[in-house]
T-cell receptor, first 117, second 112 residues
Framework: AQSVAQPEDQVNVAEGNPLTVKCTYSVSGNPYLFWYVQYPNRGLQFLLKYITGDNLVKGSYGFEAEFNKSQTSFHLKKPSALVSDSALYFCAVRPYGSTSGTYKYIFGTGTRLKVLA | SQTIHQWPATLVQPVGSPLSLECTVEGTSNPNLYWYRQAAGRGLQLLFYSVGIGQISSEVPQNLSASRPQDRQFILSSKKLLLSDSGFYLC???????????FGQGTRLTVV
């Protein structure tokens, strides 16, 4: 079965410190990978995506993510966290190839990031 | 530019009443459309997706149905709401295969 795992329910980090939010996936083929952020009672906002090419992708608000094919991971990172980064973060995959379900986005369960002042 | 509209923002409905949530997309044609439900502010469950007018795929058996009467309109419905239908409903659209999905602002449904 295709799935996305975000092993941490919550990540706490001090303001100014680097942050990492973990994501691993299990899908057939080469998926497209995405990160989204959600603020309370709002829709999801797109942060960044990996399609192909350089394993390190940069996105909005200073976030970046590293794709590791051998570990099937796509961890979200930021060199210096801000209090305003506190939100719920979702990793998502979209299968690519001839398998069914290539139109679907499969989301992880989300990781709550709390940046402490 | 493309925009997605979802309404209403909040809705309180009695058990047994009907439901209709509407989502429309502007600025694109033939989008893929999705309905997700988010329970307790956490994971997203894909309910329905559509790759064209009248083409609806259901992901989980439930008390809900979806329709796509026009290219950029996606409707989520129920004939009789259950308490368990409460949640945060999100509509989304995507274009070609390698693009991200774009989400509406969501509808908070409370069934009482």
């Amino acid at each position: 079965a295709q799935s996305v795992a975000q092993p941490e329910d919550q990540v706490n980090v001090a303001e100014g410190n680097p942050l990492t939010v973990k994501c691993t996936y299990s899908v057939s083929g080469n998926p497209y990978l995405f990160w989204y952020v959600q603020y309370p009672n709002r829709g999801l906002q797109f942060l960044l995506k990996y399609i192909t090419g350089d394993n390190l992708v940069k996105g909005s608000y200073g976030f970046e993510a590293e794709f590791n094919k051998s570990q099937t991971s796509f961890h979200l990172k930021k060199p210096s966290a801000l209090v305003s980064d506190s939100a719920l973060y979702f990793c998502a995959v979209r299968p690519y190839g001839s398998t069914s379900g290539t139109y679907k986005y499969i989301f992880g369960t989300g990781t709550r990031l709390k940046v402490l002042a | 530019s493309q925009t997605i509209h979802q309404w209403p923002a909040t809705l309180v409905q009695p058990v047994g009443s009907p439901l209709s949530l509407e989502c429309t997309v502007e600025g694109t044609s033939n989008p893929n459309l999705y309905w997700y439900r988010q329970a307790a502010g956490r994971g997203l469950q894909l309910l329905f997706y559509s790759v064209g007018i009248g083409q609806i795929s259901s992901e989980v058996p439930q008390n809900l149905s979806a329709s796509r009467p026009q290219d950029r309109q996606f409707i989520l419905s129920s004939k009789k709401l259950l308490l368990s239908d409460s949640g945060f409903y999100l509509c989304a659209w995507s274009g070609d295969r390698n693009t991200e999905a774009f989400f509406g602002q969501g509808t908070r449904l409370t069934v009482v």
